[in-house]
């Protein structure tokens, strides 16, 4: 098996961001002590909560720190992937055993642990030229086998246009790997990934309600703690880089951070963290709403008075990435899932802030389809669309594109999700959405930099403002097809249930199965 990984790829890193900013990351971990919870904690074994922070930064010192793609301890990460892969535990155990990866006689293996992010470490934070003088805020959840790591390419992207992205590590077991580290220095604890059945089921529906229970609850706690960090409240942040600096550049986030106005912050995720994030919003914003029946058992309850319920409002900006709607099934919040997005209460711009991105084979996934339009419309009770009040949401697909075609993974792979999943162009792919996210943006007023003629794949150059005009890439979010292999889907009038059925074929099994199940790797396991 190793021998087959080490000619994925030969490439140990990424292109370079195409915004106008240099992108600054740092690594945060916060006592759960210090924050207050906005709901009651699922899990007390969990003491601390994890992001990475992507944002616009100053020149970076000649000789910062490099981040690595692969977190620290990587021996652990290595082995907790090639687990989540399918190898064998024997396998996983002596990649485990191997202490410097970097001087391993396997290419794959230092492939992992050279691979960096074109970032820089604790880089100053750049001064926001926005009117508010405070830069955009955008919380982005991972998928089943992700870490805070697994979408650089796209977070890091959109921070070289002026957002300010926030990255969970999920400590639910939907990680290969999580590491608990309660104090600076200290010895870490570790979560590792639990394996549950991707067939619907009473079982798999109260696994995937705990999980969300702890993905929903960490939520609030980082805008909770966005909170703090904008007001300059001292916070301990356990992966400072110095015993000295226990803050970790916590400090320079002071009054730079859009998170206080109601509908500022933006949520975004991808398959698992889609639906999470659907699950959060619409927990939050329904949180007092009456006539819940007693078979619902809601998985976060935000107090009347907790700050996120002023956050999410119909204008809070959502985008979901290979929405995965499995978990949003589940009996016990079925009244949830009844209700429409936020977007669509009285008083909100319907579809004009929702962005639903898909790859080519979730789109081929017809089951998840249907289920998909069901949750970006007006009423998701329904089978059908039916009469529109409201204007329809933004929903696209790349041509040629996988579910790891969303993450770094395409990137650093390409070969091989070329070979497995027939994936095309995997940076044309991320250009595409990150794209569409900062169009969507600007239309709903929010300032982030122009997209460059280069990613908008216009010939000549022009100049790239840092503070783009409201519809500065209005073609990527037209539904005619004038972007060669960007395909537009609408909600149409037609029974969800028979436009599904007219596309599965046995050939469109759940993607999420060869994702997740090791299929792509090592053919059938469960």
């Given at each position: 098996m190793v021998s087959f990984l080490s000619q994925l790829n030969p490439t140990p890193g990424f292109p370079s961001y195409s915004g106008p900013y240099k992108v600054g990351s740092t690594d945060v971990e916060i006592p759960t002590s210090e924050l207050p919870s906005p709901s009651p904690t699922?899990?007390?074994?969990?003491?601390?909560?994890?992001?990475?922070?992507f944002y616009p930064s100053e020149p970076p010192a000649k000789h910062s720190k490099p981040v690595y793609w692969l977190p620290e301890p990587q021996p652990e990460y290595l082995g907790a992937y090639v687990r989540f892969l399918g190898a064998s535990h024997r396998l996983s155990t002596i990649l485990?055993?191997?202490?410097?990866?970097?001087?391993?006689?396997?290419?794959?293996?230092?492939?992992?642990?050279?691979?960096?992010?074109?970032?820089?470490?604790?880089?100053?934070?750049?001064?926001?030229?926005?009117?508010?003088?405070?830069?955009?805020?955008?919380?982005?959840?991972?998928?089943?086998?992700?870490?805070?790591n697994a979408y650089s390419h796209l977070l890091g992207s959109l921070s070289s246009h002026g957002v300010v992205v926030v990255a969970p590590d999920h400590r639910?077991?939907?990680?290969?790997?999580?590491?608990?580290?309660?104090?600076?220095?200290?010895?870490?604890?570790?979560?590792?990934?639990?394996?549950?059945?991707?067939?619907?089921?009473?079982?798999?529906?109260?696994?995937?309600?705990?999980?969300?229970?702890?993905?929903?609850?960490?939520?609030?706690?980082?805008?909770?703690?966005?909170?703090k960090i904008d007001r300059g409240e001292p916070l301990t942040n356990t992966l400072a880089d110095t015993s000295a600096d226990t803050t970790g550049n916590l400090a320079m986030?002071?009054?730079?951070?859009?998170?206080?106005?109601?509908?500022?912050?933006?949520?975004s995720g991808h398959s698992f963290g889609a639906a999470s994030v659907v699950q959060f919003v619409k927990s939050v914003f329904y949180h007092s709403a009456k006539g819940a029946p007693t078979s619902y058992q809601p998985l976060f309850q935000p107090s009347a008075s907790s700050q996120i319920a002023h956050q999410i409002t119909p204008y809070s900006p959502i985008f979901l990435l290979d929405l995965w709607c499995l978990p949003l099934l589940s009996r016990s919040t079925r009244w949830l899932h009844d209700l429409p997005l936020p977007c669509y209460a009285r008083g909100g711009s319907g579809g004009g802030n929702l962005l639903a991105i898909l790859s080519e084979a979730f789109f081929k996934w017809g089951n998840n389809l249907i289920e998909l339009k069901r949750t970006v419309s007006e009423k998701p009770s329904s089978d059908t669309a039916g009469n529109k009040s409201y204007p329809a949401p933004?929903?696209?697909?790349?041509?040629?594109?996988?579910?790891?075609?969303?993450?770094?993974?395409?990137?650093?792979?390409?070969?091989?999700?070329?070979?497995?999943?027939?994936?095309?162009?995997?940076?044309?792919?991320?250009?595409?959405?990150?794209?569409?996210?900062?169009?969507?943006?600007?239309?709903?007023?929010?300032?982030?930099?122009d997209t460059s003629a280069i990613d908008m794949e216009e010939s000549g150059s022009r100049t790239q403002n840092p503070v783009a005009q409201l519809g500065q890439d209005s073609r990527i979010l037209k539904r005619d097809g004038c972007v060669t292999g960007w395909v537009?889907?609408?909600?149409?009038?037609?029974?969800?249930?028979?436009?599904?059925?007219?596309?599965?074929?046995?050939?469109?099994?759940?993607?999420?199965e060869a994702v997740v199940q090791g299929e792509m790797v090592n053919g059938s396991n469960s």
């Open positions: 699922p899990d007390s074994s969990i003491s601390t909560v994890s992001f990475r922070i485990r055993s191997i202490r410097t990866l970097k001087r391993t006689n396997l290419p794959f293996l230092r492939i992992l642990a050279y691979t960096t992010l074109p970032v820089a470490r604790n880089a100053k934070l750049l001064q926001a030229n926005t009117k508010t003088r405070r830069w955009p805020v955008m919380v982005f959840s991972h998928g089943l086998g992700g870490t805070k639910d077991g939907s990680a290969p790997l999580s590491c608990i580290r309660e104090k600076p220095g200290s010895t870490p604890r570790y979560v590792e990934y639990q394996s549950i059945s991707h067939q619907q089921s009473p079982e798999v529906e109260k696994a995937r309600d705990d999980q969300l229970k702890i993905r929903l609850w960490e939520l609030g706690l980082i805008h909770e703690a966005l909170l986030f002071t009054s730079s951070l859009d998170v206080h106005n109601p509908g500022s912050i933006s949520w933004y929903i696209f697909y790349p041509a040629s594109s996988a579910h790891l075609s969303q993450s770094d993974f395409g990137i650093l792979f390409p070969w091989f999700t070329k070979k497995a999943f027939n994936a095309q162009d995997p940076d044309r792919t991320l250009r595409l959405n990150t794209r569409a996210i900062l169009e969507v943006m600007r239309r709903n007023a929010i300032e982030v930099a537009s889907l609408d909600l149409g009038k037609s029974a969800f249930t028979d436009e599904a059925v007219n596309r599965r074929t046995s050939e469109n099994a759940d993607p999420m």
